[in-house]
């Protein structure tokens, strides 16, 4: 009877040690395996206070493991990260084993979305846009600009031409509002340098000038090769004390009433913004410029042309006198 014991004893213990065995390679082949991803990326998308078997069974309903719930846990356990998982949105790509997927969640390394500020744009275009902009939280929705300004932390000041336009990257969570804070604070930081490296015989007085400029010049051509002249044109005009005369500036100041017409009423009717019957510069921005408009007003192109026209390529032709510039707008805007 005692033989027969050790004998089932001796069994058992053989079963056990082959089972965990069995269970000790199964573990290892799950956690060094590529998920059953079927070829397609997934999002991983984790709440704050997501539990870690709650992040295993969501992992499980969206296809990505049909491997047990305790062997997710000894991984996490053997990684030391199983209290240390951070909520965001992982992408979860074809080959990414379990080890992966929890070391990148360890290490919060989250999905990054862009937003894009355009060239060009104005205050109340920005705005539109981050409305429309589904993965960033939504703080700015019924707020005046003056509001909007306050929350930035420049209460009093005009909102035009003080974001930066540029592509800022961002991860779920973040808000309309912390876009505008980074890019009010990268406009100032380049406003800045770029108004130290201004040219020595600048006529301009302030950064806030110099961003004023800089957004007419924006407005005017979207040519790289084209923004420096521009910019020594307004310069030179605003040296001698020649009106302006750009029709950017003039359908600002007309607002939601301009319909995309501009007409000679429109050009002879004063407002703050009309640079035909007004000298100087507008009050304030007209859109948002980018930085090579800022450095184009800063240090426009030398020359001694007073008046551009389009040519309808996209380019512009750059006259001394008013006489080539009336025969450059026969030949270029009315054939």
């Known amino acids: 009877m005692l033989k027969w014991f050790r004998r089932l004893c001796l069994l058992l213990t053989v079963v056990a040690v ?25 999002v991983l998308d984790v709440s704050m206070g997501t539990s870690f078997n709650q992040i295993v069974r969501q992992l499980g309903k969206q296809g990505a493991t049909q491997a047990p719930r305790e062997y997710w846990r000894a991984l996490a356990m053997e990684l ?3 209290r240390t998982l951070r909520a965001g949105e992982y992408l979860l790509e074809p080959g990414m084993t379990p080890r992966e997927l929890l070391t990148r969640m360890a ?19 920005l705005r539109l846009a981050l409305a429309k902009a589904e993965k960033l939280k939504q703080e700015l929705q019924g707020l005046g600009d003056d509001d909007i300004m306050a929350r930035v932390g420049k209460p009093g000041q ?17 808000s309309d509002l912390d876009i505008l804070k980074r890019a009010f604070g990268s406009m100032d930081e380049q406003l800045l340098r770029e ?17 004023i400029l800089a957004s007419i010049v924006e407005k005017e051509t979207g040519r790289a090769e084209d923004r420096g002249p521009i910019a020594g044109v307004f310069t030179r005009r605003l040296k001698i004390g020649m009106r302006l005369q750009t029709d950017p500036t003039v359908i600002y100041g007309l607002g939601s009433s301009f319909n995309g017409n501009l007409t000679r009423k429109h ?10 019957t007004r000298a100087g510069l507008p009050p304030t921005p007209i ?13 426009p192109a030398p020359g001694d042309a007073l008046y551009f026209v389009a040519k309808g390529d996209g380019h512009s032709h750059f006259s001394a006198t008013l006489g080539e510039h009336n025969e450059a707008v026969r030949r270029y805007q009315l054939r």
Do not use: C
């Open 195 to 211: 108004w130290n490296a201004r040219a020595p015989d600048s006529p301009l007085n302030s950064p806030e000038e110099l961003l």
């Open 107 to 125: 290490k919060g390394r989250v999905i990054h979305h862009q937003f894009t500020i355009v060239e060009g744009w104005t205050f109340r275009e």
């Open 158 to 174: 005009h909102p035009e031409g003080r974001f930066l336009p540029e592509t800022y990257s961002f991860v779920r969570g973040q």
């Open 287 to 299: 859109a948002l410029p980018g930085l090579a408009a800022i450095q184009a007003a800063a240090r």
């Open 80 to 82: 030391g990260v199983i």
């Open 267 to 276: 050009l002879e009717t004063d407002t703050p913004y009309n640079s035909y």
């Open 18 to 42: 082959i089972a965990a065995v069995w269970i000790y390679r199964d573990y290892q082949q799950f956690s060094d395996t590529p998920m059953p991803l079927d070829g397609h990326e997934i």
